[in-house]
């Protein structure tokens, strides 16, 4: 990873000439590879008459927008008073968001708090020492990580290097007019990827252009079944491992789903027809495993207008594979950070609050029964009651499955997974075949972790 910030180093030389001019940043080059904060963190607020402590935090304007119409940023006011919270629009596509923060995290830019707004980003700058380990300064501070976030910390070679402050978790969605119209009981939660297919088989109507399922082809949906369970993408060795037999089996399921068992659209109907993720709000298909971000379009009326009801259960699992794919955006702190006290206490406070005030799912552990459905019943309501509170816990808090990052994560891992949807694409046009693809997908990300090192 060291030898990546070199590399990285020598290619923006002439382009951090221009931007070090223009922002001011600092002279140091390289972020410091303990990650290690310099003094204890603080809480509570700031002595009497004491100047509060300026932090900056990197972050999206749309993020923004959603935190000051949410209340969020005033409560932190209100809650912080030792702190002043600088936030630095970090505008652009995700691709130039990443350029940016390249460019100022390489330069040695102390912006105290940085949002990661993917696990490409959480990956990427956490493995590359970019940001600073938050066990100390949890410890320190008298913080149980493990009680506040349980199976939703996540950890780098070992280290808290950020902590989520939503996530997404892939579920299984449902048209509870085909199944009563094939007289099919609801899908339970957790039930097998065998038992889904049998289903699919049951839901899908050919002549009334009726598909049991629709899956996407996002990197994970072609390796989904490998990832519940938690084989990891890196060999202790420094290569890749998706010559493991279970990224295998995973990609041949997709296949058979259009291909054998002919539940799902195939990638060319897919493309002709220009059938997205939300294509399942048009009535058309049964069941969808897909991010908890989906109720945002269910409960967009207006858009997608619709004469039948929702329903949510727990995702298909396999004995040895019993997890949910999750995702979710995070913050992390900047390694060269000044004031990291004052920044885990922006940052633990903003964790902790954020996806509460913005109505979306939390990745606290340290909430009761009452308290997640409590929380729960505003997206009932925004689908109009046609997914209760008590669905939507079972669904997401109360499943009896562990959590597992939804997308490959570690060295390369950006272009990784766009060479596994470039060549699984090749493999479900039938343009190449299952042994071949796989053998390119393992060659190709051997040379992409090696050069990422």
Known sequence: MRRMKKALLVLLTATLT????????????????????????????????????????FVSPETINTLQDAGVLAKFEQENKNIKLDLVPLSGE??????????????????????????NFQSKY??????????ELAKENNYDLEKKFGKHLVKTNGNVDY???????????????????????????????????????????????????????WDYDFYMLAQQKNISAYKEDGTSNLDDPAFKDAMKFYYDLSKVYKVQPSIVEMDSKQITWDSFMSGKY??????????????????????WTLGIAAP????????????????????????????????????ENIAIMTNVLTPRTDL????????????????????????????????????????????GAAQINDLI?????????????????MKVIKEQADKIISSAK
């Open 368 to 411: 009761s029964q009452e308290e997640y459905k409590s929380l729960l019943q505003g997206i009932s309501d925004s689908v109009k009651g046609e997914i209760s509170a008590d669905d939507l816990y079972k669904a997401f808090y109360d499943n009896g499955l562990g959590t597992v990052s939804e997308k490959i994560s570690g060295p």
């Open 163 to 217: 902590l989520l402050t939503d996530i997404s978790m892939n579920v299984l969605y449902f048209n509870k007019k085909l199944f009563d119209d094939a007289k099919i009981p609801y899908p339970a939660g957790g039930m097998s990827w065998e038992q889904y297919v049998d289903t699919a088989k049951q839901l899908t109507n050919p002549k009334q252009g009726i598909y049991g399922v629709l899956t996407q082809k």
């Open 18 to 57: 221009i931007a070090l001019s223009a922002c001011g940043g600092n002279a140091s080059s390289q972020p410091d590879a303990s990650n290690k904060p310099s003094s204890s963190p603080a809480g509570g607020n700031s002595s009497e008459g004491a100047a509060p402590v300026n932090i900056k935090f």
């Open 286 to 307: 049964g069941m969808q495993v897909i991010g908890s971000w989906f109720l945002n379009t269910a409960a967009d009326y207006k858009s997608y207008p619709r004469d």
């Open 94 to 119: 995700v691709a130039d968001k990443g350029k940016k923060l390249d460019i100022s995290l390489i330069s040695g830019d102390d912006t105290d708090l940085v949002q990661l707004e993917n696990s």
């Open 126 to 135: 956490a493995s590359g020492g970019f940001l600073m380990h938050l066990d």
């Open 421 to 437: 949807v470039k060549e699984s694409e090749k493999y479900n046009n039938d343009s190449q075949s299952l042994d071949d693809t």
């Open 316 to 351: 298909p699992v396999s004995p040895d594979g019993k997890n949910v794919l999750t995702a979710g955006g995070a913050i992390g702190i900047n390694a060269k950070s000044k004031h990291p006290k004052e920044a885990f206490q922006a940052l633990s406070w903003l964790v």
